[in-house]
């Protein structure tokens, strides 16, 4: 019944290595979201994308990139990893319709860069 | 500029108590609003949203667009309840891009 699947559940990582986190949906919808989640700061957006090789900017997308290749996948790069991108990350996903506001989440991955 | 603001980042209650996590948003435009939970181990999730006007797991929540507000509300928490919850912010686009709060951590105790 996984609809939001992300390939890593923990990672841990170098200072200055490249990491990329994916992220598969199998329900056909249009919008994929990258967010980071901290204790304190809730959910912010990094990047998001509304279409095959579409991607917008969030809140914090510095020292990181994305990529949408196909419908069903979003990817998030880290070029050169650092400490402060420590973090949980959450993928997710909507419908290109007035449903879209209704995300569906992924289980996360939790990356720790030392 | 849309910002939405949960007051309380730690709420706890006893079983059997009333629960109230609050809710503030600024936005020019019509919002829709949201509430999302995510138990211990568990992925975030919907729990309900403004336009539905329906009560999940019993809670409740009004939009009340003069005090900027959407409050979640529950008559009778329960242990199960226990959870961190987000108030989230939609501008009616079909993009999709959600404002969240920082979230509030409801423990109810036994």
């Known amino acids: 019944d996984v609809k939001v699947t992300q390939s890593s559940r923990y990672l841990v990582k170098r200072t200055g290595e490249k990491v990329f986190l994916e992220c598969v949906q199998d329900m056909d919808h249009e919008n994929m979201f990258w967010y980071r989640q901290d204790p304190g700061l809730g959910l912010r957006l990094i990047y998001f994308s509304y279409d095959v090789k579409m991607k917008e900017k969030g809140d914090i997308p510095e020292g990181y990139s994305v990529s949408r290749e196909k419908k069903e996948r979003f990817s998030l790069i880290l070029e050169s990893a650092s400490t402060n991108q420590t973090s949980m990350y959450l993928c997710?996903?909507?419908?290109?319709?007035?449903?879209?506001?209704?995300?569906?989440f992924g289980a996360g991955s939790r990356l720790t860069v030392l | 500029a849309q910002r939405v603001t949960q007051p309380e980042k730690l709420l706890s209650v006893f079983k059997g108590a009333p629960v109230e996590l609050k809710c503030n948003y600024s936005?020019?435009?019509?919002?829709?609003l949201f509430w999302y939970v995510q138990y211990s181990r568990q992925r975030l999730q919907l729990l309900l949203r403004h336009i539905s006007r329906e009560s999940i797991k019993g809670f409740t929540a009004d939009l009340n667009k003069g005090e900027t507000s959407f409050h979640l509300k529950k008559p009778f928490a329960q242990e199960e309840d226990s959870a961190m919850y987000y108030c989230a912010l939609g501008r009616g686009s079909t993009l999709g891009r959600l404002y969240f709060g920082r979230g509030t951590q409801l423990t109810v105790w036994p």
């Open positions: 936005y020019s435009g019509s919002p829709e």
């Open positions: 997710a996903s909507s419908q290109h319709t007035s449903g879209a506001n209704v995300l569906t």
